[in-house]
């Protein structure tokens, strides 16, 4: 998967993390996506335990951190 996939993927949770009245439609659209875009990106990484572990992690770090 390519990162920049992964990074959009990240950084659309984060900005849901940060403002919880966020919609999953306009966190996604932040970073050039649609939905199903997202979904599918989300899909990959749910099968990639690796990749799904190291999302994870940034995620938990960022909810930890104030979600900064």
């Known amino acids: 998967m390519p990162p920049e996939q992964v990074e959009k993927y990240i950084n ?6 940060r403002n919880h009245a966020l919609t999953i439609d306009q966190a ?11 979904r599918e990106i989300e899909g990959k990484i749910e099968r ?4 799904r ?4 992690q940034v995620l938990s770090k960022n909810a930890n951190s104030g979600a900064q």
């Open 48 to 51: 990639d335990d690796m990749l």
């Open 28 to 38: 996604a659209n932040q970073q050039g996506l649609s939905v199903q875009q997202f």
């Open 12 to 17: 659309a949770y984060k900005a849901m993390q």
């Open 53 to 56: 572990e190291h999302v994870r």
